[in-house]
Nanobody, 121 residues
Framework: QVQLVESGGGLVQPGGSLRLSCAAS????????MGWYRQAPGKQREMVAT???????KYADSVKGRFTISRDNAKNTVYLQMSSLKPEDTAVYYC???????????????WGQGTQVTVSS
């Protein structure tokens, strides 16, 4: 019913920048909080940044001041602008959204397939 498709990952040198995009498609009553999580090899998935439909944001301490999350509600798309990238930012980045399919449904979490970000010289 809901698909999240990420794009924009790749290989970048330390100190560089990348912009991730995630477009939601399908049918729903309300697209609520959207965000980005990441998982590095051998580590648990962790929250990177989230943004509500009203624009309130949260960031992991490790990315504050370097990453910026935004969303375009008209395009059902969430973005993650990553700057001053470090090798420790290397991970698979997953798009997330909390979606209410019908007005009387509880919200359900949906995930994208993930996009690899590698920070290396």
């Amino acid at each position: 019913q809901v698909q999240l498709v990420e794009s924009g990952g790749g290989l970048v040198q330390p100190g560089g920048s990348l912009r991730l995009s995630c477009a939601a498609s399908g049918s729903w009553f309300s697209l609520n909080t959207m965000g980005w999580y990441r998982q590095a090899p051998g580590k648990q998935r962790e929250m990177v940044a989230t943004i509500t439909s009203g624009g309130s944001t949260k960031y992991a301490d490790s990315v504050k001041g370097r990453f910026t999350i935004s969303r375009d509600n008209a395009k059902n798309t969430v973005y993650l602008q990553m700057s001053s990238l470090k090798p420790e930012d290397t991970a698979v980045y997953y798009c997330y959204s909390s979606v209410q399919i019908r007005w009387f449904d509880a919200s359900t979490d949906y995930w994208g397939q993930g996009t690899q970000v590698t920070v290396s010289s």
